[in-house]
C-alpha cells in the first residue's frame, strides 16, 4: 500500500491494517518454510507496508504533543557547568595509601 493510502485512513482502521499486514507476514512467513512461494518479495513488502504504517500512528501520536524547546547556546553551557559541579561534588578524594613497613 501506499502511504497516501494509509494517511487517508482514521487511527482504527490503520491499527486494523497493521494487525492485517503482521498477520499476514506471519502467514508468508510460515508457508516460506513448508514450500517455495510464488513471490518472494512479498515479505519485503510486507515489512515496508508495517513499517509505513507504524511511522504514521507516530507521527499522528507527535502531532498532539507539545515540542520541547531547544536551549541557547547560554543555557547549555550552564547546564554543562551545573553538571560538572554536581559531578566534582559527587566525588570523594581518594585515601592516602600508607607504604608497607611504615
Known amino acids: 500500500m501506499k502511504a497516501t493510502e494509509l494517511k487517508g485512513l ?3 482502521e490503520l491499527r486494523e491494517k497493521l494487525q492485517g499486514f503482521r498477520e499476514e507476514i506471519f502467514n508468508l512467513k510460515f508457508k516460506a518454510t513448508t514450500e ?3 513471490n518472494p518479495g512479498q515479505v519485503r513488502e510486507m515489512r515496508k507496508d508495517i ?3 507504524m511511522t504514521i500512528l507516530r ?8 515540542r520541547a524547546k531547544k536551549l541557547s547556546r547560554e543555557a547549555r553551557k550552564l547546564a554543562a ?8 561534588a559527587g566525588k ?3 585515601a ?3 607504604k608497607p613497613g611504615k
Open 10 to 12: 482514521p487511527d482504527g
Open 51 to 53: 513499517a509505513r504504517a
Open 96 to 98: 592516602a595509601k600508607k
Open 92 to 94: 570523594k578524594k581518594p
Open 36 to 38: 517455495p512461494i510464488d
Open 81 to 88: 557547568e551545573q553538571a560538572a559541579k554536581k559531578k566534582q
Open 59 to 66: 507521527e499522528r501520536e507527535l502531532a498532539g504533543k507539545p
